[in-house]
């Protein structure tokens, strides 16, 4: 493997714990600065506006070497999780957020681009899913990790890690990788021109509401898990572990799968397994040993469509391919915030824990259907058997 990789994905593995981490830590929170669980939701909302806000500015970048872009955006990774583990209160801290994601989309979106690069030929959906590697390899061990720290000292701790992993990332990045190529400047206007076709429009949507429905679910598993399926809270560190397996072996199933058959296709495939698994966790979730499978199933194929859909959009962006891959995250992030918010909106009215699942499922639905339609125009018609 190569090491520009590597180091592309400790970039990613950093967001993922800043991103992922709160599902984990989101009681101890609202605890310590003394607001509800459905507000501590909105810090989830406020790290994936900083995402969508963040990405577009890749524009004003476009001519600055790829590189740089990194590096400087790693630099905000930094900033963004310290001021988040120093915030007074619960105001300071959703701006925190907000500031920790602006580099999330607009990281991945560079990266990728530039993984594609470093790529041997055939093996861009390989090189891309290393990338996203690193976003797995949080949930498996970042984020138990952080999980940890939270419980046993303190939620600052883990923002702390991140913001001094962050230099490690800037180390790593200006070590092992090299300058590569820019991309063609097509100015300002031709940045967005690939918008003009349903292709990319078809995923952006089908990314944004199929995560949506991932995290009305996901987004509140930790009191799931101890008032529904009856864990308790020690063990969550434990049970995120397996949550991390899943996403682990979903992007290697993802990655591997999309460079032999077709990205949407696999795409296709995970988003309708979502939507089922989402209406078995709402019926089911009651039985601890069916809520953890069904958990570690939904993040398993959560994360088989994230290389996928980064490199079908970079596909179908040409002339803006750094917008059109900081897109995916920008949707993904979207989703996000309305599933932490729509999520929420049953645990306000007093709801049962397993009540946002139900609530994703539609979600999803309207996910797999994107994915359909965008399968059997763009790309079934070009299958060799």
């Known amino acids: 493997m190569k090491k520009s990789l ?137 984020v138990p990790l952080g999980t940890s720290l939270s419980t046993a000292i303190s939620w600052r701790m883990t923002f702390l890690l991140v913001g001094f992993w962050g230099i490690i990332i800037f180390y790593y990045i200006w070590r092992w990788v090299p300058e590569v190529e820019n991309i063609k400047d097509t100015g300002f206007k031709g940045q967005f021109h690939f918008l003009k076709s349903p292709a990319p429009w078809l995923l952006i949507f089908a990314t944004m509401l199929g995560n949506g429905g991932v995290f009305c679910w996901y987004s509140y598993i930790n009191p799931l898990l101890t008032n529904v399926a009856g864990f308790s809270p020690h063990s969550i560190t434990l049970l995120m572990v397996f949550a991390g397996f899943g996403m682990v072996v979903g992007n290697l199933m993802g990655g591997k799968f999309s460079d032999h058959y077709t990205p949407g296709r696999v795409a296709a495939f995970a988003q309708g397994c979502i939507c089922i698994i989402l209406l078995l966790i709402f019926l089911l979730s009651n039985i601890s040993w069916l809520a ?37 995250q920008v949707a993904f992030n979207l989703g996000n915030a309305i599933g932490a918010y729509c999520g929420g909106l049953p645990l306000q009215a007093g709801m049962g824990y397993q009540y946002p699942a139900l609530v994703g499922a539609p979600f999803a639905l309207i996910g797999f259907t994107l994915l359909t339609i965008f399968y059997r125009k763009y790309e079934k018609k070009t299958l060799k058997f």
């Open 292 to 328: 953890v499978l069904l958990m570690c199933l939904c993040t398993t194929c959560l994360f088989a469509l994230s290389s996928p859909q980064q490199i079908l959009l970079i596909r179908h962006s040409k002339g803006g391919e750094m917008l059109g891959a900081a897109s995916v």
């Open 6 to 142: 590597i180091a592309l994905a400790f970039g990613t593995l950093g967001l993922g714990i800043a991103e992922f981490v709160m599902m984990g830590i989101l009681p101890d929170i609202a605890s310590d600065l003394n607001i509800s669980i459905a507000q501590a939701g909105h810090l989830i909302s406020a790290y994936a506006l900083g995402v969508c806000v963040g990405a577009p500015m890749l524009i004003l970048a476009r001519k600055h070497p790829l590189k740089h872009i990194l590096l400087v955006l790693t630099s905000i990774i930094m900033i963004g999780n310290i001021c988040a583990a120093l915030s007074p209160n619960y105001i300071f801290m959703i701006f925190s957020r907000f500031i920790s994601g602006l580099p999330h989309g607009a990281y991945f979106g560079v990266a990728s681009i530039v993984a594609e690069k470093l790529a041997d030929k055939g093996k861009g959906s390989e090189a891309v899913s290393i990338i996203v590697a690193g976003m797995t390899i949080a949930n498996l061990f970042g």
